[in-house]
């Protein structure tokens, strides 16, 4: 299976469920106030992927998971991620990823975020729902996320130039607005999208980014990095406006996820953490090594985690901790850093 997968090419299963029923308006069920959810169908890349890449490849291992599950929970952390806080917040069981087909239960939804994967150029697998389906009646008052873009970035400047990135962006999220266009044409109404966090404040990108004068700010952050993760918000911002004036029956939730993250980032030493730059498991200095995997070189042990995640707002060099994770879905959640301002619990209003 390829990393880079297209949203679209996972959306040819997910149209197998929704067209077996008609769907007519999204018809969420409201209780005190707020939306009652019967699911999520979440979209991404290794930031929500809760299992996927580790059921088709086992490539996540120990101690991804550790802090808060207990053993590897296929999830790229020490523990829970944003899209498990969502989960919590809105009262729906952790999403099982749709390639976890053995004990998962797809009653509540499911997770189609793939590790790697990107907007663009990729294909996808059909999604095994051998067990606990979801009821299709409900695809329509579902709630639908997406965290997705990131690899999109990464993959262009590892392999182009910065000018040739921000020229391919349009192409991205015109292919962005065609899968979410698809799911609203099989039914889907409500959609929470994330934009794409800090690039240039990945450890992973200063540690391999060389630096020059003036390209890295107050917090150590990769400038040029961080700008072209910009004008990919500033233009996904410009394109959820399009579709709620194309669909207004559709409810569409633009979540500045840059910001919250950019915030933790440059408040991290009064927030309890340590420096943003420091991570907790693998090794980029001096000897590459991912995380949960160790090696010795000339008598030197790399690879071993530190004692004290949860201090940390980086797990591995590129995705956030439990700790960080549990403090930006708190800013998030309740409609913050929001366009509208709503939280995710009134986000089908």
Known sequence: MNHRKVINDLLVCFTLCLRS????????NYGSNKCLYPAIYNFGDSNSDTGTVYAAFTGIQPPNG????????????????????????LKVPYLSAYLNSVGSNYRHGANFATGGSSIVEGKGTEPPFKSGLPRPEEFSKALYTFDIGQNDLSFGLQHSSEKEVLTSIPNILSQFSQAVQQLYHEGARVFWIHNTGPLGCLPYSYIYYEPKKGNLD???CVKPKNEIAQEFNRQLK?????????FPLAKFTYVDVYSAKYQLISNSRSQGFVSPLEFCCGSYYGYHINCGKKAIVNGTVYGNPCKNPSQHVSWDG???????????????IYGSFSDPPVPIGHACF
């Open 66 to 89: 550790e802090t808060f599950f207990g053993t590897i929970s296929g999830r790229a952390s020490d523990g829970r991620l944003i899209i498990d806080f969502i989960s919590e917040e």
């Open 238 to 246: 410009g394109q959820v406006f399009q579709l709620r004036r194309k």
């Open 318 to 332: 590129i995705h956030y901790t439990q700790a960080a994770n549990q403090w930006i879905s708190k800013h998030i």
């Open 218 to 220: 107050a917090n150590g």
């Open 21 to 28: 029923t008609l769907i007519e308006g999204y018809g969420v």
